[in-house]
């Protein structure tokens, strides 16, 4: 096999650019005759409504209000159901919903119009706690259906007589707060009409499934349409979903010119989807050995007024509900519920960043009840390779998690805790294991498409709808093109940001582009090779194919490196150009059983272990983290540092997650939608993380690769609260762990703390 690209820390190629202020983001995108938009929300949760436009119409300045007469086609968009009003018509179901669209000469004179609309609100009861909506039958955030969405049910086994058989159960109850994105970068973007072909350039995750939700609500053909992904100023699945594109569209192609809009950092917070807010009811037992025997869990998640991800969110926080430990008899229900909270879709982790903070806690609380080790109890029940998971899924290729969790081990036996000076400051240690499912799951249609052309020049183009989100991917694909390829990775010229030039490669999401869109670049450069070594047959003068290699140079007989032409000279000597080979690849997945659950949901699977050290003041309740060590399973890792930067923003998310971060709602509210309001982890709170790529390449990635993108986050805050355990001897069992409730905890467990 070669190894010329893959495995090499190679230097990002947008990273140039974007140091040096070059890249264009869509807030730096212009056009002469430039109208701006403007959107006008909801100021209620739940409401009915009605709209006054006649003063408004008539401020200097406005071309047009759009509202929900205005959309030609369908007035509903949404990643799975279309529940998601592009305006609301006569009802809102949370506060943000959008109202109407204006469109003036200058900002200044749309946003003065905006302040004109009238708009009455009869308020209708709020739904904002999600148990509560779910039992609801009078209060329907959506006529005509219930606000339980959807249902998972995973069954193996009988756990309730397992857990009445068994010697030890922790029972427990935790709360997930909803948190936000938080990317640098706000909604914003410029669509135009050019030779009769609507452009649009808004930063999204998934740029032709964009194009489709574009054209149902036009009612224009997708080839109308032209979508030029923009530079990304992160995304982490907050652009997942249609947030402004629509409404650009719309009026940029009702008036024939080019429109713009920026959305300010306070609407950005209700314009795009939330982590979901999840509480969870769990119940674990074991024998006196450590074993497992059961797991009865049921999770309920806030979905907000919109469906979004929210099935699969949901189903994947089933899925993950006993962590990556066998456990013969289970027991767990998951569920999606609408209420009239912001609306929660896509975020790094999707589901198996909630339940972790579940299954990892009460691991520790069977560990202390049995009188062994929380790494002793881990190392009894994790997943092996020909583990059965409680899907039944059978574990066939690589499943390194005891060298993950040996990593942390031998990390912290070699940096033995030191006692703090302050008699205020406790210290402790937490760890947590977490496996986390590629793609979309339960036999969704998984599929990426990829084409590689070699050109003139002796160069390759390679054409691939891969979202560059800030992950790295623009790099990886060449990366993995050129390995394929043999030729070096300045010789690939990438195109991911245009649909008229590139076919469907899925969204840029579920930790999937790297292996679904690499395995599907893989496999058209191994077409493209077979037209290169006919051509080189030709060039060189060979009888036959047999013994050619390509290489950084070009190509050449492999036993007389003498007989040899540069990709150049192969050009030159190749009369019908560009060769173009294309290729599609589907990921394994399986269609669970309704009923029980059971069934192949994702492939491959990752596997990782965190360690952390904090340092607990009982005096201030502040926690601050000292030490950590991160060690993943990546399969292959395409380009190291990257996969390292990975690492790093997956355990300061973590650490957010675990510690600061609270969206704060209040009746629907977002009490604290800004970037001085809203706290999130800076520099100062990082500790020196130790970071440990796990390789062993999984036989179905491109070059042994899996995604990583979502996993690295999935066990940071599950550690750290096994830390503040560890320190204090009390259960943070509602995150975050802010002081106050650092403090209480401790105000109710005086006995225990230490």
């Known amino acids: ?341 912001p609306y929660a879709g896509a975020m790094r982790g999707f589901g198996a960043t909630q339940s972790p903070l579940a299954y990892e806690p009460q691991m520790d609380d069977l560990a202390r009840q049995a009188g062994i080790s929380p790494a002793e109890i881990r190392r009894i029940n994790m997943y092996r390779k020909d583990s059965v998971t409680a899907t039944g899924q059978n574990l066939l290729d690589t499943v390194p998690l005891d060298r993950c969790l040996d990593a942390v081990e031998d990390y912290f036996r070699g940096r033995p805790m030191t006692p703090p000076s302050d008699p205020a400051l406790r210290k402790g240690r937490g760890i947590a294991l977490a496996f986390y499912g590629t793609g979309y799951g339960n036999g969704f249609p998984d599929v990426s498409t990829a084409q590689i052309e070699f050109k003139a020049d002796g160069r390759f183009n390679l054409f691939v709808s891969a979202a560059e989100c800030g992950q790295g991917s623009d790099t990886a694909m060449r990366q993995i093109a050129a390995e394929a390829l043999g030729c070096s990775v300045d010789r690939i010229d990438a195109y991911t940001c245009d649909t008229r030039v590139t076919t469907d490669a899925g969204t840029a999401a579920a930790s999937r582009q790297t292996y679904n869109t690499g395995n599907a670049i893989r496999l058209a450069a191994q077409k493209m090779e077979a037209q290169l070594a006919e051509a080189a047959r030709i060039c060189l003068k060979l009888n036959t194919q047999v013994g050619l290699d390509l290489t950084a140079d070009g190509v050449q007989l492999c036993f007389d490196t003498t007989r040899h032409c540069s990709w150049e000279e192969l050009a030159k000597n190749t009369p019908e150009l560009p060769l173009r080979a294309e290729a599609v690849f589907t990921a394994q997945t399986t269609k669970m059983d309704p009923a029980t659950g059971q069934g192949n949901p994702y492939w491959p699977y990752t596997f990782g272990a965190c360690g952390v050290e904090v340092e607990v003041d009982i005096t201030t309740g502040k926690v601050r983290v000292t030490d950590a060590i991160s060690a993943q399973d990546v399969g292959r890792a395409i380009n190291p540092v990257m996969v390292e930067g990975q690492m790093d923003g997956g355990f300061a998310m973590g650490l957010g997650y675990a510690l600061m971060e609270d969206l704060g709602l209040n009746q629907g509210r977002i009490k604290n939608n800004s970037f001085t309001g809203y706290i999130i982890p800076t520099s100062m709170d990082m500790p020196d993380l130790k970071k440990v790529i796990i390789e062993q390449p999984e036989a179905t990635g491109p070059y042994g690769a899996k995604g990583i993108g979502e996993p690295v986050m999935t066990y940071v805050a599950p550690a750290i609260l096994n830390a503040i355990y560890d320190a204090t001897g009390v259960r943070i069992r509602e995150i975050p762990a802010t002081p106050d409730r650092v403090l209480k905890a401790l105000a109710l467990s005086p006995t225990e703390a230490r």
């Open 1 to 341: 096999m070669k190894h010329n690209s893959v495995g090499a820390s190679v230097f990002r190629v947008d990273a140039p650019g974007k140091v040096t202020g070059k890249t264009l983001y869509p807030q730096d995108l212009y056009r002469d005759g430039m109208l701006w938009g403007v959107t006008l929300r909801s100021r209620e949760a739940h409401a009915r409504v009605r709209m006054d436009l006649a003063e408004a119409s008539a401020m200097p300045g406005v071309r047009l209000i759009l509202t929900w007469k205005d959309v030609p086609g369908l007035n509903k968009h949404g990643v799975m159901f279309k529940d998601h009003d592009v305006f609301a018509r006569d009802k809102v179901r949370r506060i943000g919903d959008p109202l109407a669209f204006l469109v003036a000469d200058t900002r200044e004179q749309a946003e003065a119009a905006r302040d004109r609309i009238r708009v009455d609100y009869d308020i209708l009861p709020g739904l904002f706690d999600a148990r509560a909506a779910m039992a609801d039958t009078e209060n329907l955030v959506h006529e005509g259906q219930p606000n339980l969405l959807y249902q998972y049910n995973l069954k193996k086994g009988d756990a309730d007589a397992a857990i009445a058989a068994s010697a030890h159960v922790a029972r427990n109850t935790y709360h997930l707060n909803s948190v936000e994105h938080m990317f640098l970068q706000p909604e914003a973007g410029l669509a135009w009409m050019e030779d009769g072909i609507l452009h649009i350039s808004v930063s999204t995750q998934y740029p032709h499934f964009d194009v489709t939700e574009i054209a149902e609500a036009l009612d224009l053909p997708q080839d109308r349409i032209r979508y030029l992904n923009p530079a990304i100023g992160g995304a982490f699945g907050g652009r997942e979903d249609i947030s402004l594109q629509i409404h650009l569209a719309l009026a940029s192609y009702r008036l024939n010119a080019p429109v713009k809009c920026v959305l300010e950092r306070d609407e950005s917070f209700y314009a795009h989807s939330k982590r979901h807010a999840v509480s969870m009811d769990c119940e674990t037992a074991c024998d006196e050995s450590g074993r497992l025997t059961a797991v009865k869990a049921r999770f309920y998640g806030d979905t907000g007024a919109y469906a979004s991800w929210a099935v699969n969110v949901m189903r994947k926080c089933g899925v993950h509900g006993t962590g990556p430990y066998h456990v013969p008899n289970v027991d767990i229900e998951s569920y999606a519920i609408y209420t009239n909270n």
